[in-house]
């Protein structure tokens, strides 16, 4: 079936230094792909998004990059901060037929980022 | 302060005993989903509803009820909770049909004995 995946559970990095989620999509109807972070204890935030039609976006110290000919996207974080230590999901949208609009989103299982001061 | 609430954070109960997770939105939005987060199955969708009365399953849907009397309100609804539903439970807000920008609940821990 169609899924979103992670290449690295787990990442660790010393503060100061950029780091890059990887996942792996399979679903080439996916048209919308997002990037959520989940701190403990809390519910996944909103980070930044991409639409299919595009191969890059930057937000504040976050860059999504989207590569369709491999299926890939990543999460570029500048200038790691003990504060981005989280959990962080991709997630795929696709439309679902009917004529509703409504967007079927599938999560990735996530990557524990771990930001070492 | 735009937000979704989520009530209780934590929930232990037994086999068989009826509970309601309550979710409430402050933001007007017309869409609201439930989600289930278990290890290694990441994050799950359980019911969604694009408006009023208006609710669909999601992947996962069974043993679950949701029902939307208002366009605020999200309840969760466990008739016959079972051990296989201890979860960490997450409602969702968004104003778009596309599920763009979800707007997630604190989460509720379920314990069902």
């Known amino acids: 079936g169609e899924s979103v995946g992670l290449h690295l559970p787990t990442l660790s990095v010393q503060e100061g230094d950029n780091s890059i989620i990887n996942c792996a999509y399979s679903n080439s109807a996916s048209d919308y792909f997002i990037w959520y972070k989940q701190e403990s204890g809390k519910g996944p935030q909103f980070i930044i998004d991409?639409?299919?039609?595009?191969d890059k976006r930057q937000g504040q110290r976050v860059t999504v990059l989207l590569n369709k000919t491999v299926k890939h996207l990543s999460l570029q974080i500048a200038a790691t901060q003990p504060g981005d230590s989280a959990v962080y999901f991709c997630?795929?949208?696709?439309?679902?037929?009917?004529?509703?609009?409504?967007?079927?989103?599938?999560f990735g299982q996530g990557t524990i980022l771990t930001v070492h001061p | 302060e735009a937000q979704v609430t989520q009530n209780p954070r934590y929930l232990i109960t037994v086999t068989g005993k009826k509970l309601t997770v309550t979710c409430s939105q402050n933001m007007n939005h017309e869409y609201m989903s439930w989600y289930r987060q278990d290890p290694g199955l990441g994050l799950r969708q359980i019911y969604y509803s694009m408006n009023v009365e208006v609710t669909d399953k999601g992947d996962v849907p069974e043993g679950y009820k949701v029902s939307r009397k208002e366009k605020r309100n999200f309840p969760l609804i466990l008739e016959s909770p079972s051990p296989n539903q201890t979860s960490l439970y997450f409602c969702a807000s968004s104003a778009y049909a596309t599920n763009e920008k979800l707007f997630f609940g604190s989460g509720t821990q379920l314990s069902v004995l």
């Open positions: 997630a795929e949208i696709v439309a679902v037929a009917g004529g509703t609009s409504y967007g079927k989103l599938t």
């Open positions: 991409i639409r299919s039609n595009m």
